[in-house]
Every structure is written in C-alpha cells, then in structure tokens.
C-alpha cells in the first residue's frame, strides 16, 4: 500500500518525507488556502521534496478550462497529478488530460458508480472520501470494499484506489485489508501509525537493562 499524505504545509511534508515512508502527496484548494501562499509555487516546493505523485486540484468547472488550468499545472513538474471532479466536465478533462499523458486524480467520489465512471475516463486515480461518508451516518470504508472489488473483475480498469478523508488508523488498516492501492493520510494520523503503547512500555524497559550493564555498543 502507497502512503501520500493529505497537506500542503511544506514544513509537514519536509518532515515526513524524511521518514521514507512517503509515496506521494495530494492537496486540494482548502487545504492551499491554509497554508496562505501561492499555489503554483507551494505545488513546485512540494515536487522538489517529493518524486512521487503530487496532487494539485483544478478550480474551474468547465471542461475546457480544466483543460487549460490542468496543463498549466501539469508544466510545473513531471510528478505533479491534476485533481478533477467527479463531474461530467471533471471526467471529459480527466480524458484529455491522460491522452496528453498527464497523472490524474479525480476526487469528490462517493459512490461506486462515480468509480466506475472514473476508471472509464482513464483515471491514474480515484479518491473515495470515507470520512465524509462516515460523517452523514454512512459507511465510508464500505465504499472502498466495493469500489475494490468492482475494479478487480476489468483488467482495463487500471486506476488506483485513493483512499481520501481518512480520519484515523482504523480506515488505513481497514483499507489495506480491502487491498486499496493508496491511502492519504493527515500527517496526525500517518503519526498515530507509529504509536503502541507496548511499543513505548518494551523500549523503556530495554534502555533500562541496558544501562544496568554499563555498556555502549559504539
Ligand atoms: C484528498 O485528496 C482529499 O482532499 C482529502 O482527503 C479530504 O479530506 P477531508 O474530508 O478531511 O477534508
């Protein structure tokens, strides 16, 4: 499973990509607004730091400004992915953009009929938000169970699954289980993945002992 986290905060992604854990990022327009800077220039700092797949979303609603605004995002750096809607329009650019050989990531999925309709429109990826759907009442990583197992029976279906608006390790683990191909995850929560308290009570114990023997290995 490929790990992106969900941030434009560059001090974030700088942090984290450190780890080696870090596949990709994506971002979306209120996640740049946080930050208060540039968009175009956030989105080149963040592909400087990361090679792998740097989502930057679209703004426009039209095809065909989608189109432009998506190729002038997509002149920025090769490893940057061009976030589309799951509208109608959201999936004509989606189309054009990947026969001008461009990454795309459409968003906003909440159905598997969207996602079948993205893994149609060539789509590199699709994002499916379980959080979102968790927060109405409906289950979010249910969705991610069907879209799995829709896209397995069609070899032509080679978009990934995205697993977006993750709110804690449950929905990672969860979505591992169900075989997504990615989750983007908070960097809280990419954090919280570290965290056991076994972990932490077993490492404390070691460094006890150890230093009873009065030894150091260097
Ligand atoms: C990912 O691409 C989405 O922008 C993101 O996961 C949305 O998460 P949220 O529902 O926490 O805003």
Redesign the pocket.
């Known amino acids: 499973m490929k790990f992106f986290v ?1 941030t434009a905060d560059l001090e974030e992604i700088r942090d984290l990509a450190a780890s080696g854990l870090l596949d990709g990022v ?1 971002t ?1 327009p ?2 740049v607004a946080k930050t208060g800077q540039n968009f175009i220039d956030v989105v080149k700092q963040i592909c400087e730091v990361v090679s792998g797949p740097v ?1 930057a979303e679209v703004t426009a609603t039209d095809h065909a400004t989608m189109i432009q605004e998506g190729r002038k995002l997509a002149k920025i750096a090769k490893n940057v992915t061009v ?1 589309v809607p799951l509208t109608p329009d959201g999936l004509r650019a989606c189309r054009t953009l990947r026969d001008d050989g461009t990454m795309v ?1 459409v ?1 906003l999925c909440f159905s598997p009929a969207q996602a079948i309709l993205a893994a149609k429109a060539g789509a590199s990826f699709v ?1 499916p ?1 379980v ?2 759907l968790d927060d109405i009442g409906e289950d979010g990583m249910a969705l991610i169970g069907d879209i799995c197992q829709i896209y397995r029976h069609y070899d032509a279906f080679t978009t990934e699954v ?1 697993v ?4 804690h390790p449950g929905h990672v683990i969860e979505a591992a289980k169900m075989g997504a191909h990615v989750a ?1 995850l ?1 960097p809280k929560v990419l954090r919280q993945l570290f965290q056991h308290p076994l972990t932490d009570k077993g490492l404390a114990a070691f460094l006890a002992d150890w230093q009873k023997t009065g030894q150091s290995i260097l």
């Open positions: 969900d994506t979306n209120s996640l989502s976030k990531n968003t994002s938000f959080g979102r995205l977006a608006s993750i709110r983007t908070p």
